[in-house]
């Protein structure tokens, strides 16, 4: 079976991978459609209710709360229940979800609509990580994830700059109907996938204790398969750390801008898309590169450019003047910025992806979004407390300069790590 499976890699090359394909190409309808939503909501919030640093904190937490306290269940289910049809049931209730948007006239009616879509949005993630496992083969997934990478770029830079002309042109509620459609159009591309994949693995036997064994053992499974492996649980320690220094920031664009006096208005939605450029080339980049032997390079080298970027920006709003030249010095910034981001997520992505067994993809995924997202919920309440005790370019100074030690330390550090990790593997291999 094996053997068949590495010839049907030889011979098909994977734009030719139509389940793939069809998987991706959902991806790009919805992220088009969320980028267009996630422009409206900040419009919305932040310039047009004028909303607090601290409410503008509460939009981040209820976005990453479900994940957090989610993520390893929902890992789980996706290991145990169907793929294909939770990613199908969570793209048609957000898309209710996301119109319901259109008629919030409070800040607690979008908390909680974002609640209600974090939940559907943490079944969605880890199921649709397994169906990646399950539908390209292992030596074709570092281009697969680069490829996936892209898209979420390209819909960065695509999104922001439709969302932006459409919020003038039709007004905000427009950007939600247009995401509750994309999350129904990419319902309606799931139905061609196929509901098992051709490299999803046999799953263990589950008569006896196993069939009785609790959501936390298997929960706990996916922790050991984790801690196995020195390089994963480094580049797992490491992202969580470095979201947290850059959440400081990053939660508080919109306060950081309004800063400037006479801003244009569009410049948020510019710089988004500068991020998404920039995240772009280095999915380009990593893809010829190749980030499988030294992933941690890439990470640590991306950890420290970002935080580079944001401490300059933090003074180049302090001490420029606005019009022409800061515009495109914080445009720059943010294409760097995104620069530094791909070099941190994919790579990090890829290295989860081909070092996790199919079988456990979900629990892995489930158990990593939850870490990351208590990073995410932590940052912006320091954040919230910065700006409002500091100003926002402070907030981006220090979390800058934090980030980019978090990136020396990584690349000081990396050589004995991966050092362990290869004695790890040799070990696993003798005893199999």
Known sequence: MKESQENVTKAVKLTANKPFVLLITAQLVSNIGDWLHILALLTMVGLKWQASPWEITAVSLCMAVPMLLGGPFAGYLSDKVDRKAIMIGSDLVRAGIVACLVFAGSLWQVYVLLLAKGVMDVLFSPAKSGKLKELVPPGQ??????????????????????????????????????????????????????????????????????????????????????GSMPVVLSGVVMIVAALLVLQIADSQTVTLFREIPGVNADLLGWCVAASGFGTLLSALAVGRLGSGKHPLVFMGTGTFLMGSVFAGAALVTVTGQAGFWMDMMLFGSFVLAGVGAGFVIIPFNSMLQRRTPEAYTGRVFGIVGSLTSAAVILGPVAGGALVTASGPATAFLVSGVLSALLGAAVLFLRTGIENRDQAAQELQQSAA
């Open 141 to 226: 997934m570092d281009q697969a994830v680069a490829l996936s990478s892209s898209i979420e770029q390209i819909t960065k830079i695509i999104g922001p700059a439709l969302g932006g002309l459409l919020v003038a042109a039709v007004g905000i509620s427009a950007c939600y109907f247009i995401d509750s459609v994309s999350y129904i159009a990419s319902a309606v591309i799931l139905l061609g996938l196929p509901r098992v994949g051709m490299f999803k693995t046999g799953r263990p036997n589950e008569d006896g204790d196993t069939a009785r064994s609790s959501f936390r053992k298997e929960a706990g499974a996916g922790l050991r398969l984790i």
